[in-house]
């Protein structure tokens, strides 16, 4: 029953981690995607990039519209916003789901200690 009880711990030791590296994944993608954001001046206007249609297939384009930016919100939502908007936006997510990371981590080290 004991060694039941451990493994149960584990188990749920092992799902929190993975729900915490899914959290921590997901911050650094809209930190990511706010550093991109600093490259959407005025004097980027026209100039080449590479557009992603797959994780490693692209094609070419040119910047256009640099005062304003497609937000994916989630469910497959997007927004308008303006590039000062679309940054604060990424900051405030990056650091509410690092909040809830931190929140797992504390569970994870509670449930570390209940093993020994």
Do not use: C, H, W
């Amino acid at each position: 029953q004991l060694s039941s009880l451990i493994k149960q711990i584990e188990e749920d030791i092992q799902s929190l981690t993975n729900a915490y590296n899914s959290l921590k994944s997901a911050s650094n993608k809209f930190s990511e995607a706010g550093q991109a954001l600093t490259d959407f001046n005025s004097s980027n206007e026209g100039k080449p990039i590479f557009v992603p249609l797959t994780s490693s297939l692209y094609v070419e384009g040119r910047m256009a519209n640099v005062d304003k930016v497609l937000v994916d919100i989630g469910t497959g939502y997007y927004v308008e916003k303006t590039v000062p908007a679309a940054q604060e936006y990424t900051e405030r997510r990056a650091k509410d789901i690092t909040s809830k990371a931190e929140q797992l981590q504390k569970s994870i080290e509670s449930k570390r200690r209940n093993l020994i």
